[in-house]
C-alpha cells in the first residue's frame, strides 16, 4: 500500500512513470512525458475528452525539493498560460507552505489542481496501482534496522537525567561535523550505558550544624553537596523522583561501596572537618542514587557502523568512524548496472576521494558512472548511458531496412526519427536502459507529398513541384521540400494528423517574369530583380515602360510605376512647346518623378513638366524673351506717346525677380518701365522730359528706381 513516506523515497524518473501510468487508468486518451523538462518547466502534457467542455489539456509538473511554495505555484501558472492549457496539476510530494495554500485557494482555484505526497499516494492506491517490490523491501528492511532497547527499572533514582535520544543527538552532532553525514542519518544500533551507586547522606553535628553529603567513593565525597549550586537542584529532584526506568541494549552498575562503607566514611570525614569525635557526627538520612557515567553507542550511518564513548554527563564524546571498503561500492554499483541495463560489467574504475567515491566503468553497450557516500555507502548518482554506436545498433535491430534520418540526443534520452518502409516514425531511447517506445507515427510520405502538392498547385501559380527532400522538425513534424521549373515549395506537415500546418513559397525569376508577360499582353519583361520577399519586373511595350511588384509566391501582382517611352514623350514634348510658340524648339527632355522639357522659342523661353505616364502639362515655368520685351514695350510707347523712332537705352532682366527693366529713349522724351518677364504685362512705367533743370531732376529719380 502507497504511503507518504513511500512517494517521498520515489525518484523523480519513477514518479513521473507513475503519474503516466494514474493518468492512463484515470482516462486520459493521450499523455506524453516532456523529453526536455529543463527547457519548458514541465514533466507530463495530457489530453483528456470531456463531454462537455471537449478536449481538455492538462500539463503536470513535478516539485521535488520541498515544500512548493508561492514563487513555485505563480511560476506554474506562467507556463500554464505559455502553454495555453485549460489547467495543471503541480504535485509536491513534501507538501505545500502556508502561503502557497493561500495562494493556490484564491487565485488559481480550479486554474492549479495541488497534490501532495498524501493525495497521490490515495489516488495510486485507489487505481490499484501497487508498490513496486524493491520499495517494499527497502520499507520493510528500515523497519528491521531500527534499534531495539531493553527498560530496566532501577531500585533508585537517577541523580542526572539519561536519554538514550540526547545521547545520540551528541554522536550525530559530532558525527555531522567531522564526516559527509547529516546528523538526521545517524541512527542507534546499540546503547550500553555504565551506571555508578552513590549515596546522598543527611548528617548533623552537636553544634547545630548540618547538610546533605554525596559519597561517591572512598576518594570522592562532597560533604555539603547542597551548597554547590550544580547538584542542589539535583539533589532537591532526587528527594521527589521515583525509582528510575532507563533504556538502553545493556547496562552496567558499578557500586564502588556498600551502604554501611558510606556511613563510616562520612563519619570520618565530618569528624575531622569539624573536630569532632565520630560518636558526635548523627546520620539523620541516607538514600541510594544511580550516577551515568559514560554510554557506549554503536550507530548505523546507511550502510556502516560506528562507535562512540560519551562522557556522561556532559563530558567529552569520542566518536570512530571508517570509510566502507572500496569492494562494497564495487559490488553495489555492479549489481545497480547490471540491474538497469540487464548487462554484465567488463570493467571498472574507483576514484576515492574524502567526501565521495566514484565507480567508473563499462559493459557492452553502456558507459556508467556511480558516486557514492564513502561512510554512509549512500548512493549519491547513478548514470548509465548508452552509447552513440549502440543507440544506432538497437534502431536498425528493432526496424531492418530501415533509414535514421536524425538523433536528438539529451541527457538521459535519445529521440531518433525513423523512415520505415515509407512511413516516419519518432521513437524514444532511454539511455540509462536501452528501454525504446514509439512516441509518433507520421502519415505514410507518399500521401503527404501528394496532399501538399495538390494544396501547393491547386492555390499558386505552379505546377510539376516534385519531392527534392525531407526533415522530420521537433519530431513531431514533417518538412517536405518540392522543386520545379516554376519554384519551390516548403511543406509543414503535422506528424499527428497529416494536415498541412504552414508552407513556403517562391517561385522562379522565370516564372515571375511569364506572370508579368501574361498580365500584360504585347509588353516583354526587360528585367527581373529578386528582392528579399518580392520580385520587381521591368517591362516595355508600344508607348509605355513599366515596373510591376510580384510577391514572391506569385499571387500579388501590383504595377508600382508606369512611364511613356522617351520617343514618344519627345514627341508629345515638342507638341506641347509649339502650343506656347510655334517657332519654339525643345532643347533638352529629362525623366526626374516627370518629365521636364527645356525649350526656347522666338518670343518664349522655359520649362514644362509633363506627367511621366500620360504626358499631360502638370506645370509651366514660361518667360517672355528679352527681345519680345524689347519689342512690345517700343511698340507701346509709340502708340501711346506718338513717338516715332525710338533707342533702347538700357535692358537689365532680374530672373530671379521675375521681371525686366528697360529704357528708351525718343525724340520727345525718356521712358522708363518694369515688365513681368512671365505675361509680359507692364507692373509699371514713368516718363521724364529730356531738357530742362526739372527734367534733370527727374531722370536722377527714375534711374535710381529702375536701375
Given at each position: 500500500m502507497w504511503t507518504v513516506e513511500t512517494i517521498m523515497s520515489v525518484t523523480r524518473e519513477r514518479l513521473v512513470d507513475l503519474i503516466v501510468e494514474l493518468l492512463k487508468r484515470m482516462g486520459f486518451r493521450e499523455y506524453e512525458k516532456v523529453a526536455r523538462r529543463g527547457e519548458w518547466g514541465l514533466d507530463i502534457v495530457a489530453l483528456r475528452s470531456d463531454p462537455i467542455a471537449g478536449t481538455e489539456k492538462i500539463v503536470i509538473a513535478v516539485h521535488e525539493k520541498g515544500l512548493a511554495s508561492s514563487r513555485d505555484v505563480n511560476v506554474f501558472a506562467d507556463i500554464i498560460n505559455s502553454q495555453k492549457a485549460d489547467k495543471g496539476i503541480l504535485v509536491s510530494p513534501a507538501g505545500f507552505t502556508k502561503d502557497a495554500k493561500l495562494l493556490l485557494s484564491r487565485e488559481y482555484r480550479g486554474r492549479i489542481v495541488p497534490w501532495d505526497g498524501e493525495k497521490l499516494a490515495s489516488l495510486l492506491n485507489n487505481y490499484s496501482i501497487p508498490v513496486p517490490d524493491d520499495l517494499k523491501v527497502a520499507e520493510r528492511e528500515e523497519k528491521e534496522e531500527k534499534a531495539v532497547l531493553n527498560e530496566y527499572h532501577l531500585d533508585a533514582p537517577l541523580l542526572y537525567d539519561f536519554s538514550p535520544d540526547k545521547v545520540l543527538e551528541r554522536v550525530a552532532k559530532i558525527v555531522s561535523s567531522r564526516f559527509p553525514v547529516k546528523a538526521d542519518e545517524v541512527e542507534l544500533a546499540?546503547?550500553?550505558?555504565?551506571?555508578?551507586?552513590?549515596?546522598?547522606?543527611?548528617?548533623?553535628?552537636?553544634?547545630?550544624?548540618?547538610?546533605?553529603?554525596?559519597?561517591?567513593?572512598?576518594?570522592?565525597?562532597?560533604?555539603?553537596?547542597?551548597?554547590?549550586?550544580?547538584?542542589?537542584?539535583?539533589?532537591?529532584?532526587?528527594?521527589?523522583?521515583?525509582?528510575?526506568?532507563?533504556?538502553?541494549?545493556?547496562?552496567?552498575?558499578?557500586?564502588?561501596?556498600?551502604?554501611?562503607?558510606?556511613?563510616?566514611?562520612?563519619?570520618?570525614?565530618?569528624?575531622?572537618?569539624?573536630?569532632?569525635?565520630?560518636?558526635?557526627?548523627?546520620?539523620?538520612?541516607?538514600?541510594?542514587?544511580?550516577?551515568?557515567?559514560?554510554?557506549?553507542?554503536?550507530?548505523?550511518?546507511?550502510?556502516?557502523?560506528?562507535?562512540?564513548?560519551?562522557?556522561?554527563?556532559?563530558?567529552?564524546?569520542?566518536?570512530?568512524?571508517?570509510a566502507l571498503p572500496e569492494k562494497y561500492f564495487i559490488e553495489r554499483t555492479v549489481k545497480a548496472v547490471s540491474k538497469e541495463t540487464g548487462e554484465e560489467v567488463r570493467a571498472v574504475e574507483v576514484i576515492q576521494k574524502e567526501r565521495k567515491i566514484t565507480v567508473r566503468g563499462k559493459t557492452e553497450r553502456?558507459?556508467?558512472?556511480?558516486?557514492?557516500?564513502?561512510?554512509?555507502g549512500k548512493l549519491l548518482h547513478l548514470d548509465t548511458r548508452m552509447s552513440?554506436?549502440?543507440?544506432?545498433?538497437?534502431?536498425?535491430?528493432?526496424?531492418?531496412?530501415?533509414?535514421?534520418?536524425?538523433?536528438?540526443?539529451?541527457?538521459?534520452?535519445?529521440?531518433?526519427?525513423?523512415?520505415?518502409?515509407?512511413?516516419?516514425?519518432?521513437?524514444?531511447?532511454?539511455?540509462?536502459?536501452?528501454?525504446?517506445?514509439?512516441?509518433?507515427?507520421?502519415?505514410?510520405?507518399?500521401?503527404?507529398?501528394?496532399?501538399?502538392?495538390?494544396?501547393?498547385?491547386?492555390?499558386?501559380?505552379?505546377?510539376?513541384?516534385?519531392?527534392?527532400?525531407?526533415?522530420?522538425?521537433?519530431?513531431?513534424?514533417?518538412?517536405?521540400?518540392?522543386?520545379?521549373?516554376?519554384?519551390?515549395?516548403?511543406?509543414?506537415?503535422?506528424?499527428?494528423?497529416?494536415?498541412?500546418?504552414?508552407?513556403?513559397?517562391?517561385?522562379?525569376?522565370?516564372?515571375?517574369?511569364?506572370?508579368?508577360?501574361?498580365?500584360?499582353?504585347?509588353?516583354?519583361?526587360?528585367?527581373?530583380?529578386?528582392?528579399?520577399?518580392?520580385?520587381?519586373?521591368?517591362?516595355?511595350?508600344?508607348?509605355?515602360?513599366?515596373?510591376?511588384?510580384?510577391?514572391?509566391?506569385?499571387?500579388v501582382i501590383e504595377e508600382v510605376d508606369?512611364?511613356?517611352?522617351?520617343?514618344?514623350?519627345?514627341?508629345?514634348?515638342?507638341?506641347?512647346?509649339?502650343?506656347?510658340?510655334?517657332e519654339a524648339k525643345v532643347e533638352g527632355i529629362e525623366l526626374a518623378e516627370n518629365w521636364v522639357v527645356r525649350f526656347t522659342g522666338v518670343s518664349k523661353v522655359g520649362e514644362l513638366v509633363l506627367h511621366r505616364a500620360t504626358g499631360g502639362v502638370i506645370e509651366k515655368r514660361v518667360n517672355f524673351t528679352e527681345r519680345a520685351i524689347e519689342e512690345m514695350y517700343r511698340k507701346h510707347v509709340k502708340e501711346k506717346y506718338g513717338e516715332g523712332e525710338l533707342r533702347t537705352e538700357r535692358l537689365t532682366h532680374y530672373k530671379d525677380r521675375g521681371y525686366v527693366h528697360i529704357k528708351l529713349s525718343g525724340s520727345r522724351g525718356l521712358y522708363y518701365a518694369r515688365i513681368d518677364s512671365r505675361t509680359g504685362k507692364i507692373l509699371k512705367e514713368d516718363t521724364a522730359p529730356l531738357k530742362g533743370f526739372t527734367a534733370k531732376l527727374k531722370q536722377m529719380q527714375l534711374e535710381r528706381e529702375y536701375r
Amino acid at each position: 500500500m502507497w504511503t507518504v513516506e513511500t512517494i517521498m523515497s520515489v525518484t523523480r524518473e519513477r514518479l513521473v512513470d507513475l503519474i503516466v501510468e494514474l493518468l492512463k487508468r484515470m482516462g486520459f486518451r493521450e499523455y506524453e512525458k516532456v523529453a526536455r523538462r529543463g527547457e519548458w518547466g514541465l514533466d507530463i502534457v495530457a489530453l483528456r475528452s470531456d463531454p462537455i467542455a471537449g478536449t481538455e489539456k492538462i500539463v503536470i509538473a513535478v516539485h521535488e525539493k520541498g515544500l512548493a511554495s508561492s514563487r513555485d505555484v505563480n511560476v506554474f501558472a506562467d507556463i500554464i498560460n505559455s502553454q495555453k492549457a485549460d489547467k495543471g496539476i503541480l504535485v509536491s510530494p513534501a507538501g505545500f507552505t502556508k502561503d502557497a495554500k493561500l495562494l493556490l485557494s484564491r487565485e488559481y482555484r480550479g486554474r492549479i489542481v495541488p497534490w501532495d505526497g498524501e493525495k497521490l499516494a490515495s489516488l495510486l492506491n485507489n487505481y490499484s496501482i501497487p508498490v513496486p517490490d524493491d520499495l517494499k523491501v527497502a520499507e520493510r528492511e528500515e523497519k528491521e534496522e531500527k534499534a531495539v532497547l531493553n527498560e530496566y527499572h532501577l531500585d533508585a533514582p537517577l541523580l542526572y537525567d539519561f536519554s538514550p535520544d540526547k545521547v545520540l543527538e551528541r554522536v550525530a552532532k559530532i558525527v555531522s561535523s567531522r564526516f559527509p553525514v547529516k546528523a538526521d542519518e545517524v541512527e542507534l544500533a546499540s546503547l550500553r550505558v555504565d551506571l555508578d551507586t552513590a549515596y546522598i547522606v543527611s548528617w548533623s553535628v552537636e553544634e547545630g550544624k548540618r547538610g546533605e553529603a554525596l559519597v561517591l567513593s572512598g576518594d570522592e565525597m562532597i560533604l555539603n553537596a547542597e551548597s554547590d549550586p550544580k547538584l542542589a537542584n539535583q539533589l532537591r529532584k532526587v528527594k521527589l523522583d521515583s525509582p528510575a526506568v532507563i533504556q538502553a541494549t545493556e547496562r552496567t552498575i558499578n557500586t564502588p561501596l556498600s551502604p554501611g562503607e558510606a556511613v563510616v566514611l562520612l563519619k570520618e570525614r565530618a569528624a575531622r572537618e569539624f573536630g569532632v569525635t565520630e560518636n558526635q557526627v548523627r546520620i539523620i538520612d541516607r538514600r541510594k542514587v544511580y550516577i551515568p557515567r559514560r554510554a557506549e553507542v554503536e550507530f548505523r550511518v546507511g550502510s556502516n557502523r560506528g562507535k562512540a564513548l560519551v562522557e556522561l554527563p556532559d563530558g567529552k564524546v569520542e566518536v570512530e568512524l571508517r570509510a566502507l571498503p572500496e569492494k562494497y561500492f564495487i559490488e553495489r554499483t555492479v549489481k545497480a548496472v547490471s540491474k538497469e541495463t540487464g548487462e554484465e560489467v567488463r570493467a571498472v574504475e574507483v576514484i576515492q576521494k574524502e567526501r565521495k567515491i566514484t565507480v567508473r566503468g563499462k559493459t557492452e553497450r553502456f558507459s556508467f558512472e556511480a558516486s557514492f557516500n564513502p561512510y554512509t555507502g549512500k548512493l549519491l548518482h547513478l548514470d548509465t548511458r548508452m552509447s552513440d554506436d549502440a543507440v544506432r545498433k538497437l534502431i536498425e535491430s528493432s526496424y531492418p531496412g530501415s533509414e535514421i534520418l536524425g538523433i536528438e540526443l539529451n541527457k538521459k534520452s535519445a529521440v531518433a526519427d525513423v523512415l520505415v518502409n515509407g512511413t516516419v516514425l519518432a521513437v524514444r531511447i532511454d539511455l540509462r536502459n536501452g528501454k525504446m517506445e514509439e512516441l509518433a507515427k507520421f502519415p505514410p510520405l507518399d500521401g503527404a507529398i501528394k496532399k501538399a502538392k495538390e494544396v501547393i498547385e491547386s492555390n499558386f501559380p505552379v505546377k510539376g513541384l516534385e519531392l527534392s527532400s525531407f526533415r522530420v522538425t521537433g519530431h513531431k513534424y514533417l518538412e517536405l521540400e518540392l522543386e520545379g521549373e516554376d519554384g519551390r515549395a516548403r511543406v509543414k506537415i503535422d506528424g499527428s494528423t497529416g494536415d498541412m500546418l504552414d508552407y513556403y513559397l517562391e517561385i522562379t525569376e522565370k516564372r515571375a517574369g511569364e506572370l508579368v508577360a501574361e498580365r500584360y499582353p504585347g509588353y516583354s519583361v526587360v528585367s527581373v530583380i529578386a528582392e528579399k520577399d518580392e520580385y520587381l519586373v521591368d517591362a516595355e511595350g508600344e508607348t509605355h515602360e513599366i515596373r510591376v511588384r510580384l510577391s514572391k509566391d506569385g499571387k500579388v501582382i501590383e504595377e508600382v510605376d508606369r512611364v511613356l517611352r522617351r520617343k514618344l514623350a519627345e514627341k508629345m514634348a515638342e507638341e506641347r512647346v509649339r502650343e506656347i510658340d510655334p517657332e519654339a524648339k525643345v532643347e533638352g527632355i529629362e525623366l526626374a518623378e516627370n518629365w521636364v522639357v527645356r525649350f526656347t522659342g522666338v518670343s518664349k523661353v522655359g520649362e514644362l513638366v509633363l506627367h511621366r505616364a500620360t504626358g499631360g502639362v502638370i506645370e509651366k515655368r514660361v518667360n517672355f524673351t528679352e527681345r519680345a520685351i524689347e519689342e512690345m514695350y517700343r511698340k507701346h510707347v509709340k502708340e501711346k506717346y506718338g513717338e516715332g523712332e525710338l533707342r533702347t537705352e538700357r535692358l537689365t532682366h532680374y530672373k530671379d525677380r521675375g521681371y525686366v527693366h528697360i529704357k528708351l529713349s525718343g525724340s520727345r522724351g525718356l521712358y522708363y518701365a518694369r515688365i513681368d518677364s512671365r505675361t509680359g504685362k507692364i507692373l509699371k512705367e514713368d516718363t521724364a522730359p529730356l531738357k530742362g533743370f526739372t527734367a534733370k531732376l527727374k531722370q536722377m529719380q527714375l534711374e535710381r528706381e529702375y536701375r
